[in-house]
């Protein structure tokens, strides 16, 4: 079947005018307008009346499919924009916490070139506390914020475990490497 | 395998485990999570052991911690998995030995002393020379001297004479950090675990009596409780 926008398209500019012409007259006459029409070009009238005739509106998608798809755009952007906050790490607390105290690690390695602190108060995390190499060059230390309690730890200078010489230690290690002890009771 | 190999090896997953170990601090709903890295069969078997204990009552954030270290440590999974249910069954006998008033960080203490081969009857002896420590603070302490002693080869029972000996004079904490230092460096300077805490203990003791009001610190080790 042929396209009527495709047909009006190929028509001569010369018709073109004279639909023109058509589609402006308020109630032309059907004859006079056939008359006309096969004047010009030698054009089927059949073709005429399709390009004079209004086109129907078509929808690249039909309206209850885009209202659908639109549904659904929405929720998954409400859906990901939750997900996000949600993921989000929390803020800093800038107000000191009830029953949190400061602890300061310190360890004297001064040929090391990386220092963190592992433990049960970063499940273990070898990249959440690193310590700072003070003034002096020697010494690495660190301050956090704890919760009285028993906590095992360990320092990781450059890959590797090494325990707090300053801390007790923890016997019958089930992993191979001894951990340090400590003991923070609450003010 | 060479030592030299084993800690290469032990380096390098330490290096490369911080993804997994930044991913597994806990669960969308904050709850602590088991490390990413464990095979699902071995989350799966540590799950339902951490659900058994949470129905009893036991803490289980020891247990996750646990795990974790177990992974940060290069540890395979049935070696974490033997860790975690020994620790649990030590969290139990830890419970019996002190009820269940006791709180998680003397739990845990017990546990580990438990876990370093002392006798639940050590244990006992000790907490029965715990008076007047309401929160329980001392005696942990106490915990945590004695298995970092018998980690340096002194015999359980000799280390907890001493510390009973200590704690029904209801000496402050710098006294058990102070013991063990003093313990630590004649073990370092040749002398004998159980000598050096016997003769180190003696010297403490004699200072605190000479100090002017011990005969009020020194308590008998069981007092019976008097109503108000």
Not at chain 2, 64 to 83: H, T
Not at chain 2, 121 to 137: E, N
Not at chain 2, 197 to 202: E, F, K, L, V, Y
């Amino acid at each position: 079947m042929r396209d009527p926008g495709m047909g009006e398209r190929e028509l001569s500019p010369r018709l073109r005018a004279a639909i023109g012409v058509l589609k402006e007259s308020s109630a032309p006459d059907a004859t006079w307008r056939a008359e006309l029409l096969r004047r010009i070009d030698g054009f089927s009238v059949d073709v005429i009346q399709i390009a004079t005739r209004p086109a129907p509106r078509r929808w690249s998608l039909r309206p209850s499919i885009a209202i659908a798809a639109g549904l659904v755009c929405a929720l998954l952007g409400a859906g990901a924009s939750a997900a996000l906050l949600l993921s989000r790490q929390p803020e800093p607390r800038v107000v000191a916490e009830a029953g949190v105290l400061p602890v300061r690690f310190r360890l004297v390695a001064p040929d090391a070139g990386q220092v963190s602190l592992v433990g049960d108060f970063n499940r273990w995390d070898p990249v959440a506390l690193p310590l700072r190499r003070s003034a002096d060059g020697r010494t690495w230390e660190l301050e956090v914020r704890l919760r009285p309690g028993r906590y095992s730890y360990s320092f990781v200078v450059d890959g590797r475990l090494a325990r707090d010489p300053a801390a007790p230690q923890e016997a019958g290690d089930d992993y191979g490497s001894p951990n340090s002890v400590l003991l923070l009771r609450g003010s | 395998m060479t030592p030299l190999a084993c800690r290469a090896m032990l380096a390098a997953l330490i290096m490369t485990v911080p993804v997994w170990a930044r991913a597994q601090q806990t669960d969308v709903t904050g709850r602590p999570a088991l490390p990413l890295r464990l095979a699902p069969e071995t989350r799966a078997t540590l799950e339902r052991l951490i659900d058994s204990v949470r129905t009893v009552g036991l803490p289980v954030n020891p247990l996750f911690d646990k795990a974790a270290e177990g992974v940060l440590k290069g540890a395979d999974d049935r070696r974490i998995v033997a860790a975690v249910q020994s620790l649990v069954r030590e969290l139990g006998s830890a419970r019996s030995l002190l009820g269940s008033a006791s709180n998680t960080a003397l739990l845990t203490a017990v546990a580990s002393a438990l876990h370093a081969g002392v006798s639940p009857a050590d244990v006992r002896r000790l907490v029965a020379s715990s008076t007047g420590d309401a929160d329980g603070h001392l005696l942990t302490t106490a915990i945590v001297t004695l298995v970092d002693l018998v980690a340096k080869r002194v015999p359980p029972t000799a280390a907890v004479s001493s510390l009973a000996e200590l704690m029904s004079r209801r000496v402050p904490e710098s006294q058990y950090l102070a013991l063990r230092s003093e313990v630590e460096q004649d073990i370092l300077a040749g002398r004998a675990p159980d000598v050096a805490i016997a003769d180190r203990t003696r010297a403490r003791v004699r200072a605190l009596d000479e100090q002017p009001g011990a005969a009020d610190r020194a308590l008998p080790a069981k007092r019976p409780s008097t109503p108000r």
